[in-house]
T-cell receptor, first 113, second 111 residues
Framework: GAGVSQSPSNKVTEKGKDVELRCDPI?????LYWYRQSLGQGLEFLIY????????KSGLPSDRFSAERTGGSVSTLTIQRTQQEDSAVYLC???????????FGPGTRLTVT | GQNIDQPTEMTATEGAIVQINCTYQ??????LFWYQQHAGEAPTFLSY????GLEEKGRFSSFLSRSKGYSYLLLKELQMKDSASYLC????????????FGSGTQLTVLP
């Protein structure tokens, strides 16, 4: 079946602009995660959604980062006033529940110039 | 919090066996995962250990010792396509159950 999809695959933006990254999880998966992978570093947890519950935002690095998940399915990660240090690959993952393994999307490579 | 250590790079020969180690220090533990990530691609799930012992799945096996905070991934009969980064990740005990990843071990398989 279809896996996790993300768009765009690549995004180049100027410092100070806002960007929106989209994630379509696997159908039926109630848990959705956003991670960030910077060059040469491990994946860093950003935010977690479970069903209709309030998200766990404990991993967001600053208040410029926000995310929403509409209808318990598609999620959008928004970065406002982008900075060069925001350049990274942003990965979305979904799992059947938080107790199951996570399946990752292909990621969005964000470059802030 | 979590702290996860694994070697940065390893090299092995096609057909050989390689063991990738991972040590962790955690404030809570709810399972350890291994993922494979080819360059420019998404991580793909390989294995999951929550109890001590060895889990075998084809050419890949994963071992866990919770008392030692130690795991390894064993790859047998190495193939060229096994060249990739191998990520060790510990699942948090909190409600989010998010994964904390190590920096990954870049494995190069030589002919």
């Amino acid at each position: 079946g279809a896996g996790v999809s993300q768009s765009p695959s690549n995004k180049v933006t100027e410092k100070g602009k806002d960007v929106e990254l989209r994630c379509d999880p696997i159908s039926g998966h109630t848990a959705l995660y956003w991670y960030r992978q910077s060059l040469g570093q491990g994946l860093e947890f950003l935010i977690y959604f479970q069903g209709n519950s309030a998200p766990d935002k404990s991993g967001l690095p600053s208040d410029r980062f926000s995310a929403e998940r509409t209808g318990g399915s598609v999620s959008t990660l928004t970065i406002q006033r982008t900075q060069q240090e925001d350049s990274a690959v942003y990965l979305c993952a979904s799992s059947l529940t938080s107790s199951h393994e996570q399946y990752f999307g292909p990621g969005t490579r964000l470059t802030v110039t | 919090g979590q702290n996860i250590d694994q070697p940065t790079e390893m090299t092995a020969t096609e057909g050989a066996i390689v063991q990738i180690n991972c040590t962790y220090q955690t404030s809570g533990f709810n399972g350890l995962f291994w993922y494979q990530q080819h360059a420019g691609e998404a991580p793909t799930f390989l294995s999951y250990n929550v109890l001590d012992g060895l889990e075998e799945k084809g050419r890949f096996s994963s071992f866990l010792s919770r008392s030692k905070g130690y795991s390894y991934l064993l790859l047998k009969e190495l193939q060229m396509k096994d060249s990739a980064s191998y990520l060790c990740a510990v699942r948090d005990q909190g409600s989010a159950r998010q994964l904390t990843f190590g920096s990954g071990t870049q494995l190069t398989v030589l002919p």
